[in-house]
């Protein structure tokens, strides 16, 4: 039970002493870090005024004279700046009267209390950068949808041209979607790390929207000698969930089985109804991931075998803003692979019992918005 306490105690963010006629008797991790020494036995016995110099803004002298007499004294709170070993430091402490078998101890507990200029400054910097992101963000997509943009008006030209040429306009659309991604990517990124990302959450048939993505990929995967199928055991399945942030992940998810399965292998997408969630896979038959790289595929920028680099392009940011992104959904992913067998990448989210109040002709011209997201997400296949 003694080691329970003390582990409870040494885990506080607070520091916690104990004294005895301003001798101190026990004292937490935290306690000792505070006084700047190595470990609590360093300071235990010692006087707390060897560490603290005892203003008469921190404790009356009256207070102060029963403490060194043992006596019962008035138990007192203080915000203010105290000379701890040769350092100044603002904390709240609280001193409080303990008597144990007729002994009174003195409890004290400190925490560092942050400036308030400090925050100030803190809430100006996070303010600052914000504003240089949504500016950043702004400036690196506006040139780059121009000129993607001016790409599909070229597109619709009746005179192409070239086979060379044609060959040349595809490198360098796909290239610019690549871009995007990889702008998108990174500022998001960024988003979700400063807490900045946000979206707006509608109740929808994640069915509908799961078979439409599949359904606008379709035949980019087929050119690419490979079969893909979708399954689903429920028809209709509301989930709470932002729908742009949904086609990223089964996309993101989908470019990756397509990016590491060789031709004549196939994906299946199946969605299993759980009740009160609902499960989506995505599986492959393609060159699957070995036990030490399943773990750390979630993570940034993690590539598993560097050497696929060059036939297989990627930031490895992809399956880290999967999971950022299913975070904020509240859902979860996990992925059941081996080397060699293929790889099955299943979707958890919650499901809600109430109807889907979602039009998907609230996006206007629906095909377009969505072949652009086919053609930003896969931008990363066979470069
Ligand atoms: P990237 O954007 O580089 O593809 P991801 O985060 O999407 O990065 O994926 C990380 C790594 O996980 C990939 O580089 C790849 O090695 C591995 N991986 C992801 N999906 C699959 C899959 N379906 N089959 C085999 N390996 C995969």
Redesign the pocket.
């Known amino acids: 039970m003694e080691k329970i306490f003390r582990a409870v105690m040494d885990a506080s963010q607070d520091a916690i002493f104990i004294h005895k006629r301003l001798k101190f008797i026990y004292m937490n991790q935290r306690g000792a870090e505070i006084l700047k020494v190595e470990k609590p036995e360093d300071a235990i016995g010692k006087d707390v005024r060897d560490f603290i110099q005892l203003g008469s803004d921190s404790i009356h002298p009256d207070e102060l004279h029963k403490a060194i007499n043992g006596e019962l004294f008035t138990p007192y709170y203080s915000e203010s700046y105290y000379h701890v070993n040769g350092h100044e430091i603002k904390m709240a402490v609280y001193v409080e009267n303990l008597t144990v078998d007729g002994e009174n101890y003195a409890k004290v507990v400190c925490k560092n209390v942050p400036e308030k200029k400090k925050i100030l400054e803190l809430e100006e910097q996070n303010r600052l950068r914000e504003e240089f992101f949504a500016n950043l963000s702004h400036e690196l997509r506006t040139p780059l949808n121009i000129i993607l943009s001016g790409m599909q008006l070229m597109e619709k030209r009746e005179n192409i041209i070239h086979p060379a040429e044609d060959a040349c306009f595809k490198s360098v659309r796909r290239s610019g979607y690549r871009l995007l991604r990889l702008v998108n990517?990174i500022l998001d990124m960024t988003k979700i790390d400063s807490g900045n990302f946000d979206v707006s959450m509608s109740k929808v048939n994640i069915v509908y929207i799961v078979e439409d993505i599949i359904e606008s990929a379709a035949d980019y995967i087929k050119s690419k000698g490979i079969e893909i199928q979708f399954d689903t055991d429920v028809e209709e399945k509301t989930v709470l969930c932002n729908v742009e942030c949904i086609d990223r992940i089964i996309l993101?998810?989908l470019?990756?089985?397509v990016?590491?399965?060789p031709k004549g292998g196939r994906i299946d997408v199946s969605i299993y109804d759980r009740d009160d969630s609902v499960h989506i896979h995505?599986k492959?038959t393609?060159?699957?991931?070995d036990d030490k790289?399943l773990r750390?595929?979630?993570e940034?920028?993690?590539?598993?075998?560097k050497s696929?680099r060059r036939s297989?392009?990627?930031?490895?940011?992809?399956?880290?803003?999967?999971k950022s992104l299913l975070d904020i959904h509240g859902g979860k992913i996990k992925?059941i692979?081996s080397s060699g067998e293929?790889?099955d990448?299943i979707i958890e989210l919650k499901a809600s019992n109430e109807k889907s109040s979602f039009e998907t002709n609230e996006i206007i011209d629906k095909e377009k918005y969505i072949d652009r997201k086919v053609n930003i997400e896969f931008s990363?296949v066979d470069i």
Do not use: Y
Not at 286 to 289: A, K, N
């Open positions: 990517n993101n998810i470019s990756n089985a990016k590491f399965t995505i492959d393609g060159i699957g991931i790289n750390r595929i979630f940034r920028f993690e590539q598993v075998d696929f297989h392009e990627g930031s490895g940011m992809g399956l880290a803003i999967v992925v692979s293929g790889s990448f990363d």
